[in-house]
């Protein structure tokens, strides 16, 4: 069974859906999984998919849109910063802990990309956490433009320009999330433009566009800082090893820091396939359904 839920967060309102598992019976409990979408993404982009596997297993899970997107109140959209997603997360947490289907005693937190470096960091810090999942999570940004200096060199040059103009208007400047070939957007990838472009087709509430002072806060953000952090949790690593977005060396290398339990699971295929395209979404959904299973019980 599924129904919209609204909770409140620092002044705003998340909006999402409930999911419980068919006939719970009265004043019975049960484990939950708290999910939010990577970079931009809204619940409507095939995060259904992932709930519904984990429902069917006998989880409730609460699935949101963070604030300044999708149904979720916010003004300007397209604010991404990291840190207020991070409250919107454990808002979340705190809304499924006063649930009185659910066990305050067995959360499990899921995150895709850019929400996955979210579960990385909010696993190390918040001990409501019992077990996490990050798929094709986004474990450092400044390092993967490090590498390619002309791109980190072009973005701090457009976020100095931009913050001059902030201080002196309050102008508020946007960029395209994924644009075609040629065009400035941020995840300028082919797999990007071709998933965001499809999968916004079918949601009305996905807006192409982001802040810049967004990718001021992502830059400057390290999600695996503190990885060494989560153990005693368990911890799934879900990585793609053809990933455009995130390099699989970086996965590994953040991952390699972190302690016992954990798992690192490895599918040759893209960042994107992961959320529809099988086999690949059918193993991930897999993987972490047995993940949540084992630790959550």
Known sequence: MRQDISFPSNGGTCRGWLYVPDGLRHGERVAAIVMAH????????????????????????????????????????GHIFPREQHEDYRNAITYACRRTEIDPERIGLWGTSFSGGHVLHLSAFDRRIKAAVAQVPAVGIWKQLVRTSDSLDGILGLLTIDRLARYDSGVVNTLKVVAPPGEACVLATPDAYEWFSKAGEECASWRNQVTLESLERM???????????????????????????????????????????KKLIEFPCGHFDVYSTEPWFGRAADAATEWFTSHLS
């Open 38 to 77: 990577g970079f931009s993404a809204v619940k409507e982009m095939f995060l259904s998919g992932f709930a519904e596997r984990f429902v069917q297993a006998g989880f409730a899970v609460l699935v949101f849109d963070f604030r300044y997107t999708g149904a979720s109140d916010g003004e300007p959209r």
């Open 219 to 261: 830059i400057e953000y390290h999600p695996a800082d503190a990885i060494e952090l989560i153990s005693p949790r368990p911890l799934l690593v879900i990585a793609a090893e053809e990933d455009s977005l995130v390099s699989i060396d970086l996965v590994r290398e953040e991952f390699a820091r972190a302690g016992e339990p």
